[in-house]
Structures are given as C-alpha cells and as structure tokens.
C-alpha cells in the first residue's frame, strides 16, 4: 500500500512536472519562454551574441529550421531566417559545421571501403562543388551567412579570386577515393566561363587528376539580380545520365543540396553534407 502510494505520488509528481513543462494550452512562443525546465540543454547551441533566455529560444527555433532544412521538409527558402543569423554564423564557424561533415565523411569512406571495385578505369565518384569541395564561408561570414539577400554580383566576384578553400573533410574523402582508384568527376552549377577560375581553384586547394569538371552551359545562366529560377535537377541527373551512358559506374554522389543527390540517375550511395545558408532547388 506504500509502495503504491509512492509510486502514485511520483506518476502524480511527474504529470505535474510534465504540465509545467510543456504548456499545451499557451502558445509555442510561451512554451519556449518558459523556465528553463522546458529547454533541452544539450541541444543548445552557444549563442554567442545573444544571452539568455532569448538566446535559448532563438537557438531552439533556428535548430528546428536547420534540421527542417537538412531534411529537406523546409524548402524553396530565400533568405535564412533574421532571427538565425547568429545562429547559422554559430553553427558554421564553430565545431559543429566541421563534426557534422566529419559524420558525412566517415560515411561515405566506410562505404568506398566497402565496394568491390573491378578497376576498369570507369568507376567515378561525383562531387559537387560550392559547400561541397570548396567552401565560400569567407564570402558568407561577411554576408549575414546567408540571411541577407543573394547577391550574384559580389559573390561572383568572390568566385573569380578564386580563393575558396577547400571543405578539409570532403578532401579527405577525395585523397581516399584516389587511392581506392575512384575517380573523381566534379559536377557543379557554376557555369562555362567561371571553369579556368574554378579548377585553378580546385587544385590550389589539394584536389588533382579529377577525371572530368562538368559545369553549366554559360547561356544557362539567368539575370543577376538573384539564383537561377529553374531547378538544377535536370541538368545535373541529365549530366550523370551521360556520364552512365558512357560507360561509367555512379559509385557514390556528394553535395551539400538535395538538388545535388536527387534525380536518377543518383549514383550507388549519395551523401548530403549540412548547409544551413542557402538553398539551390
Ligand atoms: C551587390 O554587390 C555589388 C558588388 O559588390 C554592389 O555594388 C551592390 O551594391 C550590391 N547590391 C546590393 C543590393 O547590395
């Protein structure tokens, strides 16, 4: 009879606790507010120009939007969210962008170890390459990581220095795959006329003996005031199709946008690295 006692006394307590915490009848924006039982404490990210309970419910709701975003149920989005600035400029610089990828990459290597390969010289890999192979964080970083508007003119004169770094991860992937004896196959939406720039890039930047650089046809690209309208889904599963058609073997497929990896055909595996600042269709 104790027992029972406590034990209703605890499911009792626990209900309670429970209603303290997640407030049915109030809205989102007070459940958030609410005392910081209600805030998951790991999953907070640091805030670093932000504090407080503001910070925790700026961090909670950008959280969501970025796994929203991973996961492709957010989608066609412009600009990231005002409130995710900081965020997403946290989330990139700090450790977590890099432990993400690395989770990626570990993946994909685990898998390129796995395959039988027959070495016939037609086994490719396909990389994209903005926030894939190299990175343009410097560009972003000084340009609200994404939540100001697109701005083609700055940011192709970002790409024509040709100083994006590479994303260190993916080139680990790729140094893996060379001695596997895959070969690598860029397919990117940068377009005919940045290609010079674009491989004097890749190959500052540790990447080399790439079978093939696949861009866009310069006429493809539209007005400068914002992205190209049309999705790049044909164009890149057009340009995997071909790539098949002549003889060689998808073995894997990595990109940082689901318009990199969706569309047959895909590849054997395909591997989606995190990008929370822009969104290509
Ligand atoms: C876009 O970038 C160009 C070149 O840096 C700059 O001159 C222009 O003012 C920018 N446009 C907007 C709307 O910020």
């Given amino acids: 009879m104790a027992t029972m006692t406590t034990a209703a006394a605890r499911?009792?307590?626990l209900l309670v606790a429970a209603a303290v915490a997640v407030p049915f009848c109030s809205?989102?924006?007070?459940?958030?507010?609410?005392?910081?039982?209600?805030?998951?404490?790991?999953?907070?990210?640091?805030?670093?120009?932000?504090?407080?309970?503001?910070?925790?419910?700026?961090?909670?709701?950008?959280?969501?939007?970025?796994?929203?975003?991973?996961?492709?149920?957010?989608?066609?989005?412009?600009t990231v969210p005002?409130?995710?600035?900081?965020?997403?400029?946290?989330?990139?610089l700090g450790d977590r962008y890099r432990h993400d990828s690395q989770v990626v990459i570990n993946e994909a290597i685990a898998y390129a170890d796995s395959l039988r390969l027959c070495h016939n010289g037609k086994e490719v890999w396909v990389f994209d390459v903005d926030e894939t192979?190299?990175?343009?964080?410097?560009?972003?970083?000084?340009?609200?990581?994404?939540?100001?508007?697109y701005n083609a003119t700055s940011f192709l004169e970002y790409v024509f220095e040709g100083s994006a770094p590479a994303l260190p991860e993916t080139l680990r992937l790729y140094h893996r795959l060379h001695v596997?004896?895959?070969?690598?196959?860029?397919?990117?939406?940068?377009?005919?006329?940045?290609?010079?720039?674009?491989?004097?890039?890749?190959?500052?930047?540790?990447?080399?003996?790439?079978?093939k650089l696949l861009l866009k046809p310069a006429a493809a690209a539209t007005g400068a005031a914002g992205r190209?309208?049309?999705?790049?889904?044909?164009?890149?599963?057009?340009?995997?199709?071909?790539?098949?058609?002549?003889?060689?073997?998808?073995v894997g497929n990595i990109g940082d946008q689901w318009s990199d990896i969706l569309g047959a055909p895909e590849g054997g595996r395909?591997?989606?690295?995190?990008?929370?600042?822009?969104?290509i269709g």
């Fill in 11 to 13: 499911l009792l307590l």
């Fill in 27 to 78: 809205g989102a924006d007070e459940a958030l507010a609410a005392p910081t039982t209600a805030i998951i404490h790991e999953l907070r990210p640091r805030q670093a120009a932000l504090s407080g309970q503001l910070a925790a419910r700026a961090g909670i709701k950008c959280g969501s939007w970025r796994l929203g975003v991973e996961t492709h149920n957010v989608i066609g989005w412009e």
């Fill in 82 to 92: 005002a409130e995710c600035e900081n965020y997403v400029g946290n989330y990139m």
């Fill in 133 to 149: 192979s190299l990175s343009n964080l410097p560009y972003y970083a000084k340009h609200g990581f994404g939540a100001k508007p």
């Fill in 180 to 211: 596997l004896g895959v070969k690598a196959v860029f397919l990117t939406d940068r377009t005919e006329d940045e290609r010079a720039v674009t491989a004097d890039n890749l190959r500052r930047q540790g990447y080399y003996g790439w079978e």
């Fill in 228 to 250: 190209p309208q049309e999705s790049v889904v044909p164009f890149k599963a057009g340009e995997r199709q071909k790539l098949r058609d002549a003889g060689y073997i998808i």
């Fill in 270 to 279: 395909t591997f989606k690295l995190p990008d929370p600042m822009y969104y």
